[in-house]
């Protein structure tokens, strides 16, 4: 039988139950990550709980957990599913209380549920890359938060979905944020350009990974917002998150980029980022 988290316990899925009341189904009043597993090890583990320690801070959640007790929990949830490849969700949400926008009082106790999945790497789109659209951003001003309110993302990848893209990319009045599940860049003559880490956007883990991979590889990068002209008019696009790892973007709007091949650069942080990942796998196997 599969095993979830509810609070601080393990136990079978079918046994899990939350509260009608609570403020996550309700209000998405909650907050969440979602962790790569490699070969049964959590991988940027400590950058994931610190940024889901953040969140909840910007909403003015108390996480009821020391980061060490998480850690171990996600770490147990993982051996008790025998998970390989896949990924860890955790989210936390403010409790459950009668429904009211005011925050409930101190009794109120936030409630944290977490589950795996096998997830396997998405090696065909990996290799051979994917469709994108572009979508204007209409999400609220506190991006950096990875909140539980995701309408407005899933509405973009809805879209996205059903012109056959793997993503929309996102922007504000002619400003590329970020994918509606990812970060975005653009390689225009060998330069890497991101949007800044804002408000505007959420700092990716794996765009964390990869701006160190940069500097520390000399690749130049700047973390500095580009247009929907320039998206168009890159040399290459590609997108990166937790389970898209560095993805691709060989067409934008149906128009091809580059010679519609993923591009240079992208197969060299590809390669970056494989072996940054088997590095920490081999040193957790010593
Ligand atoms: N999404 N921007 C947004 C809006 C995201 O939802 C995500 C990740 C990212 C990339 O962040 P990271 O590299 O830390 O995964 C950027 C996750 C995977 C999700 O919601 O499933």
């Not at 990875?146 to 922007?171: D, M, R, V």
């Not at 509606?180 to 860049?185: D, H, I, R, T």
């Amino acid at each position: 039988m599969v095993k979830v988290i509810v609070n601080d316990k393990i136990m079978d899925r079918s046994e899990a139950a939350i509260d009608i009341e609570d403020r996550g189904y309700q209000f998405g009043d909650g907050v969440y990550e979602v962790i790569r597993v490699y070969d049964g090890v959590l991988f940027t583990g400590d950058e994931h709980l610190e940024r889901f320690y953040s969140s909840a801070e910007k909403i003015k959640i108390n996480v009821p957990f020391q980061k060490e007790e998480l850690f171990d929990l996600m770490n147990q949830l993982i051996q008790e599913n025998k998970v390989k490849d896949g990924s860890v969700y955790m989210q936390l949400t403010r409790g459950a209380s009668p429904r009211n926008h005011v925050f409930p009082g101190k009794d109120t106790t936030p409630v944290l549920t977490a589950y795996t999945k096998e997830v396997a790497r998405p090696v065909e789109s990996l290799e051979n890359g994917v469709a994108a659209m572009v979508a204007d951003d209409i999400r609220w001003l506190r991006c950096d938060i990875k909140s539980l309110n995701l309408l407005p993302n899933l509405l973009a990848k809805q879209a996205a979905t059903e012109q056959g893209c793997y993503e929309a990319i996102l922007h504000r009045d002619g400003l590329v944020t970020e994918g509606s599940s990812s970060n975005a860049y653009i390689v225009v003559d060998g330069k890497i350009k991101t949007h800044p880490a804002t408000n505007l956007i959420l700092n990716g883990i794996t765009r964390q990974v990869l701006i160190r991979l940069c500097e520390q590889n000399n690749i130049p990068f700047f973390e500095e917002a580009f247009t929907l002209e320039d998206l168009r008019n890159a040399d290459e696009i590609f997108v990166t998150s937790t389970t898209s790892e560095v993805m691709p973007v060989v067409k934008l709007d149906g128009k091809e980029i580059g010679n519609g091949k993923p591009g240079e650069l992208t197969r060299k942080l590809q390669v970056l980022f494989v072996e940054e990942f088997e590095s920490v796998k081999k040193a957790h196997s010593m």
